[in-house]
């Protein structure tokens, strides 16, 4: 009867500290934000006032979201890390707050990669909070929602000038499929496209990166929450960059055909300066449709199984 008295009495400490677990994670997020304030405001600040970084404002709702959805019911019973697993987070988290320290003082650096740098570091800081507080465990379960935080980084210039590069030509690439498609003469140099009675650029403010961003993130949630197999979300949002791509071309043939066929207005009115939010609907609508079919063929895999058991 002793023995058993002690066994069901260590579930009781065990459980009071698992108990503490969200207090703990609280009062690091706390400190973390104290730590990091000033490069999280000024990556707020450019989420409000540049479209390119709009999606960081929906990160971390998604994050809160997603590990909802993802909850499971072991979580609760999930210990903290034990004090020698606890050696790596505590250790991550001080090398990611000793880069923020250096990264800030780095007065030669690009003021893009000091910000991008420190919001990196402050991921990283959040993701081994959770694993200190909560244990390898409930890490593993909670993995993707943490690794989600990863969108919250700003991309520094030189990066997000490549990014823009790459959806202009292949914005134009398309456009030019489009056209050829419709039969309409098309030649292409660069970012260029002549058609019978217009010239039409790709510039970088048309290259769509908001609505492909958009698209991507909003990609990488519904396959996160519909589909099963990894094999299937790797396909879906890898899908999505073509897509977007695609979606811009279109948006970029339609307004074309428009302008030479019906009215030059088009080329300054509504369709051009706020129709990407059309654009991004058909292009979700292709999404969605890729992952009924894939959830269809998950479905037919796992039904044989079911009649058999």
């Not at 970084?53 to 709702?61: A, E, K, Y």
């Not at 419709?182 to 609505?211: D, F, K, M, N, Y």
């Not at 369709?271 to 037919?300: P, Y």
Request: proline letters at 6%; a positive charge; one cysteine or more.
């Amino acid at each position: 009867m002793q023995q058993r008295a002690e066994i069901l009495a260590e579930p009781e400490g065990s459980t009071s500290n698992r108990a503490l677990s969200p207090v703990w994670f609280a009062i690091l997020l706390m400190i973390s934000v104290a730590i990091w304030w000033v490069p999280l405001r000024a990556t707020f600040a450019l989420a409000l006032s540049d479209e390119q970084f709009t999606h960081i404002l929906l990160i971390l709702p998604i994050c809160a979201v997603l590990m909802l959805a993802d909850w499971n019911p072991d979580w609760k019973v999930s210990a903290p890390a034990s004090p020698s697993a606890a050696a790596l987070p505590f250790a991550v988290m001080t090398i990611a707050v000793l880069l923020n320290v250096v990264t800030r003082r780095k007065a030669a650096l690009p003021s893009d990669i000091q910000l991008s740098t420190s919001i990196l570091a402050l991921v990283i800081c959040w993701i081994a909070s959770f694993a200190l507080c909560f244990g390898p465990r409930t890490s593993r379960h909670a993995l993707y929602p943490l690794c989600f935080l990863l969108w919250m980084v700003p991309l520094p210039h030189c990066v997000l000038d490549r990014v823009v590069s790459f959806l202009q030509h292949g914005s134009a690439a398309s456009a030019h499929l489009f056209f050829a498609a419709a039969g309409i003469p098309t030649a292409q140099r660069g970012t260029l496209l002549h058609i019978p009675g217009l010239t039409l650029e790709v510039a970088p403010e048309c290259s769509s990166i908001r609505s492909g961003l958009m698209l991507v993130v909003t990609t990488m949630v519904l396959a996160h929450l519909l589909l099963r197999s990894t094999w299937a979300k790797v396909f879906v949002v890898a899908l999505a960059i073509p897509v977007s791509v695609f979606k811009n071309g279109l948006r970029i043939f339609m307004i074309g055909v428009l302008a030479t066929r019906v009215d030059r207005s088009f080329l300054t009115g509504r369709l051009h300066r706020q129709g990407g939010v059309i654009f991004l609907m058909i292009a979700l609508a292709v999404i969605l449709l890729l992952i009924w079919i894939l959830r269809r063929c998950e479905m037919g895999k796992t039904s044989p199984k079911a009649r058999t058991s």
